[in-house]
């Protein structure tokens, strides 16, 4: 009872010279467990096909009921077919997960955004769409990019399946709290660049483990100017850059995208949200464990060479030279990555020719990066050899793109027009890039194998898998 | 949760940078239920070849290191997603620790919630521990004490969190430890259901 009512004085006092991150972990405070640890209220629990059935199994198992569910959401993503005309039965493997997902939220009273129903899709995608996720709520998920929901000003953080069970159980995790890593982006945006290139490329410049241990900000002027489904995309690499945590501090861009949403507040309760979201960014002062700036004016459209997503280069560079890398273990894991790629050391990578682009993900599936491929499309030829997918990221993105006709952009261009889902991000569902063959991709991980036994990943925006697709070949998207 | 005390034997050489728990087990042996058999799909893509037989050139099929309790790897390991089953898989195999320069933070939390031991040291640490070799040299990591004990007796002293250090040596069971303040849950709760109704 003291830790609540110290808690609840937490929620009433806005101490300055806070980050956005402490000033949202402290109202989550439900105890003080000692050495740093904390056990923190979530507001929402996502569940999803692959881990959230067996986890709520856990729960009941343990002769226990999940306390709210109302504040659990359900969907099914990772294991599901993404072929035209679908069902859960496409992929049998898959569709037992989602049996047993729908069964055991039905128990507990849990929301699914099922097949079919117009709601499901990605479960990154549909938390924001539906406004499920709210600035200021703390949120986790049982899957890494759970992080993507951080670009609503939200505390959003992925965990594994012994936590999902404990929190979904007692609506409340121990954790103890990261340090902060704020990167301001300063400066505008040059042609062709999106929020794909910007955090691609602070990933190469700061490596894939500089956010362990940390919550990522990312701040500044390029930041501020990227509209909100661009903000989901930057938080969404938050994890390939080791943290688990990402997020953007919410203002009347994010404002007006929740407006009106399905579970966005309402009435009254909107004008009390909307004043309570505005006292949430950092206050000026604050001080951050790191804080590094990125000059715009450095940050071209980017594409990953290797099997790690620190693995970046400019589209208009080349791969590196192992003789170049900083100490030995760089030069053999660049020397592996290379190899696996079928790549030469220093090969330009314009002009590599490519067998595979995928458009989709948790990462770059919403509609705006839809309509940021399409019009790269319009009127224009996928080269011949080329196996071009686009898989919108829910099925609300998939009627509001067919609405406008991205769909017909799509085909004729030659793409295929799929069905909502993780499908070549993760490869889990039954589809996957064949062995050896090159794909370009705007998910999130080019690791080895990750789309495929064998596949070969290029990371990269919506503009430069499309502008690929075309040319055969890896492309720069403003040539 | 399996607690974890001390443990003795050969330490696998597994230097590379960046190994991803996509490698650690495939995402497509995750599709089962249970965790039965994934030890046998550990480092899968690297274990075996395309006809299923075992790869001898991967460190893991060697004589001295099948069924080492101990992996030396290099940094950010365990990175990537989220999936449990990268540790069940691990200590399917027979590992109990792993001494890294640095975790991923997802699959880090994941060790501690099994048993399986991850122990940060310095990679130059790491390479000498490595240095030893193949043979029996057997390594010992100490939770107890924290302390790593080379081949050749060098104690080399680590760090662990000192709630997960306990955790780890009484073997807790967290949902009971989260119980223990229902009181406070309920009270946060409904003060910040009061305060923020959207929330």
């Known amino acids: 009872m003291l830790h609540g009512l110290r808690a609840g004085f937490k929620l009433r006092h806005h101490r300055p010279m806070q980050t956005m991150f402490d000033r949202i972990w402290d109202r989550h405070v439900v105890a003080e467990l000692g050495d740093g640890w904390d056990l923190l209220w979530l507001d929402r629990i996502l569940l999803h096909d692959l881990s959230g059935g067996r986890a709520l199994r856990d729960v009941a198992e343990r002769g226990l009921r999940v306390p709210h569910p109302a504040r659990v959401f359900a969907t099914a993503d990772h294991a599901v077919s993404s072929a035209p005309g679908r069902t859960e039965g496409s992929f049998p493997r898959g569709g037992a997960l989602v049996r047993s997902l729908r069964e055991e939220c039905a128990r507990q009273g849990i929301t699914m955004f099922d097949l079919g129903t117009g709601g499901q899709g990605i479960v990154h995608v549909i938390a924001p769409e539906q406004a499920i996720v709210l600035p200021g709520v703390v949120l986790a998920c049982g899957d890494s990019h759970t992080c993507t929901n951080g670009g609503v000003g939200a505390l959003a953080f992925g965990i594994g399946a012994s936590e999902l069970a404990q929190a979904l159980a007692t609506q409340c995790l121990p954790q103890k709290r990261p340090g902060t890593f704020r990167i301001r982006f300063e400066g505008a945006r040059g042609p062709g660049v999106t929020a794909k290139d910007m955090i691609l490329h602070a990933i190469h410049r700061f490596g894939a483990d500089a956010g362990t241990g940390m919550a990522m900000e990312y701040a500044g002027e390029a930041v501020r100017a990227l509209s909100l489904e661009q903000r989901l995309t930057l938080c969404n690499l938050s994890i390939e850059i080791g943290a688990k945590i990402g997020m953007v501090a919410p203002d009347e861009v994010t404002f007006a995208y929740l407006h009106g949403r399905p579970y966005a507040p309402k009435g009254r309760d909107w004008d009390a949200a909307l004043a309570d979201w505005r006292t949430l960014p950092s206050d000026p002062e604050a001080r951050f464990t790191r804080d590094e700036v990125v000059a715009m004016r450095d940050v071209e459209p980017q594409c990953t060479w290797g099997t790690s997503p620190e693995h970046g280069a400019a589209v208009s560079g080349h791969a590196p030279r192992p003789e170049d890398a900083r100490d030995s273990a760089q030069a053999a894991a660049w020397k592996a990555a290379l190899d696996y790629m079928g790549l030469e050391p220093g090969q330009r990578l314009a002009g590599t020719k490519v067998d595979w682009v995928f458009i989709g993900s948790c990462t770059n599936s919403r509609i705006e990066d839809l309509r940021e491929a399409a019009a790269m499309l319009q009127g224009r030829k996928v080269a011949p050899h080329v196996t071009a997918w686009v898989v919108p990221g829910s099925e609300a993105v998939k009627a509001r793109a067919e609405a406008e006709g991205l769909h017909a952009t799509f085909r004729d261009a030659g793409f295929e027009w799929r069905e909502p889902g993780c499908a070549l991000c993760v490869a889990a569902n039954g589809e996957a890039v064949p062995p050896g063959a090159r794909c370009v991709s705007t998910s999130n991980r080019n690791f080895v194998g990750r789309q495929g036994t064998g596949a070969r990943t290029h990371l990269a925006s919506p503009a430069t898998a499309a502008a690929s697709a075309l040319a055969g070949a890896i492309a720069d998207p403003r040539a | ?199």
């Open chain 2, 1 to 199: 949760m399996t607690p974890f005390r001390q443990v003795s034997g050969p330490a696998i050489p597994w230097l590379k940078p960046n190994t991803d728990t996509d490698v650690i087990i495939p995402i497509q042996d995750l599709l089962r239920p249970g965790r039965e058999g994934l030890g046998e799909r550990c480092f899968a893509r690297l274990r075996y070849r395309e006809d299923g037989s075992e790869n001898p050139d991967f460190v893991c099929n060697q004589p001295p290191w099948r069924g080492a309790p101990i992996l030396l790897a290099g940094e950010n390991f365990g990175c990537g997603s989220s999936r449990e089953g990268a540790v069940w898989a691990l200590m399917g195999m027979g590992v109990r620790a792993v001494i890294a320069p640095s975790f991923g933070d997802i699959f880090l939390a994941n060790c501690f919630q099994n048993g399986l031991l991850p122990v940060r040291l310095p990679m130059a640490a790491i390479r000498r521990l490595a240095a030893h070799g193949g043979g029996n040299a057997s390594v010992t990591v100490d939770l107890e004490r924290q302390l790593v004990i080379a081949p050749d007796g060098e104690a080399i002293p680590f760090a662990t969190d000192p709630r997960r250090r306990e955790a780890l040596l009484d073997g807790l069971d967290e949902i009971a430890l989260i119980q223990r303040h229902a009181a406070a849950i309920e009270a946060f709760r409904a003060q910040s259901e009061a305060e923020r109704p959207w929330q």
